[in-house]
């Protein structure tokens, strides 16, 4: 019922930037948090940045400063703009939706398939 389709990944020398994006589609009818994941080959899947339907956005500390997360609603899409990147950055960056498929409904969450965010000289 809900669709997520990143783009964006890559391999980039540090300092470098890439921008990921990551656009909803379905039969939603309202996203509230979109966000950022990320897990690096042997470690646990962690939180990089989220933003609420409000605007409203929460940056896991290592990335404050340098990455910054958007979205377009009329879009359903959110972005994440990385700067000076790092290789500790090197992980593969999952999307993350809760969503409603009805006003009186449960909120759900959906994952995206992940992209491969490689930084590396």
């Known amino acids: 019922q809900v669709q997520l389709v990143e783009s964006g990944g890559g391999l980039v020398q540090p300092g470098g930037s890439l921008r990921l994006s990551c656009a909803a589609s379905?039969?939603?009818?309202?996203?509230?948090?979109m966000g950022w994941y990320r897990q690096a080959p042997g470690k646990e899947r962690e939180l990089v940045a989220v933003i609420t339907n409000g605007g409203g956005t929460n940056y896991e500390d290592s990335v404050k400063g340098r990455f910054t997360i958007s979205r377009d609603n009329a879009k359903n899409t959110v972005y994440l703009q990385m700067n000076s990147l790092k290789p500790e950055d090197t992980a593969v960056y999952y999307c993350?939706?809760?969503?409603?498929?009805?006003?009186?409904?449960?909120?759900?969450?959906?994952w995206g398939q992940g992209t491969q965010v490689t930084v590396s000289s």
């Open positions: 379905g039969s939603i009818f309202r996203i509230y948090d």
């Open positions: 993350n939706v809760k969503y409603k498929l009805a006003l009186v409904s449960n909120l759900r969450d959906y």
